[in-house]
């Protein structure tokens, strides 16, 4: 089975501060890993995804996240915080295969962006 | 591309009642679909899968003759929640795999807020 840590609940940074959100995953075999983004009474759009290949991978909108195998971690980093980037985050892993795609999500983490 | 859309994006009912959500992928063809409920301040759960033309997979602990879902054709699936109560009241989210490109995105909808007086 699958499961995602998402440490920390809440995070807060001032506007143009370092953004740094925390995955963990634990998985039988390498899998695929998503960060999602959520704003309030909507969907999620997708930010990025690792699947295979270089392990930095970069996103919409500025973000980045880098797999770590030997950690276990996806991390999610943005170099400047922007106002706009308050919203619920989510990191997801699926299990590689032609069937399902099934994505189990972590707890989300909400980011406060401070003026 | 790759956009999902969900109809209606909020709806009141009566408790007993039922009601239908409508989840349809605009501009690819979707071989699979998913539904998720979101409870406030917290993650997706997944509810069930559904392939066009065969019965959704339910995970455990989630109400098939409740949450009946049909996938009638490759870009639209339908939740309907039967004699609602106030506790299904929630945000439910469906996304929609492509077909054709192999990949293993999935796309989602903008959510319905369920809300059963």
């Known amino acids: 089975a699958q499961s995602v840590t998402q440490l920390g609940s809440h995070v807060s940074v001032s506007e143009g501060a370092l953004v740094l959100l925390r995955c963990n995953y634990s998985s039988s075999v390498p899998p695929y890993l998503f960060w999602y983004v959520q704003y309030p009474n909507q969907g999620l759009q997708l930010l990025l995804k690792?699947?295979?290949?270089?392990?930095l991978v970069k996103g919409i909108n500025g973000f980045e996240a880098e797999f770590k195998k030997s950690e276990t971690s996806f991390h999610l980093t943005k170099p400047s915080a922007h106002m706009s980037d308050a919203a619920e985050y989510f990191c997801a892993v699926s299990k590689p295969g032609t069937s399902g795609s099934r994505l189990t999500f972590g707890e989300g983490t909400q980011l406060t962006v401070n003026p | 591309g790759a956009v999902v859309s969900q109809h209606p994006s909020r709806v009141i009912c009566k408790s007993g009642t039922s009601v239908k959500i409508e989840c349809r992928s605009l501009d690819f063809q979707a071989t699979t679909m998913f539904w998720y409920r979101q409870f406030p301040k917290k993650s997706l759960m997944l509810m069930a899968t559904s392939n066009e033309g065969s019965k959704a997979t339910y995970e455990q602990g989630v109400e098939k003759d409740k949450f009946l879902i049909n996938h009638a054709s490759l870009t639209l699936s339908t939740l309907t929640v039967t004699s609602a109560h106030p506790e299904d009241s929630s945000f439910y989210i469906c996304?929609?795999?492509?077909?054709?490109?192999?990949?293993?995105?999935?796309?989602f909808g903008p959510g319905t807020r369920l809300t059963v007086t």
């Open positions: 690792y699947t295979t290949g270089a392990t």
């Open positions: 996304s929609a795999r492509e077909l054709s490109s192999g990949s293993y995105e999935q796309y």
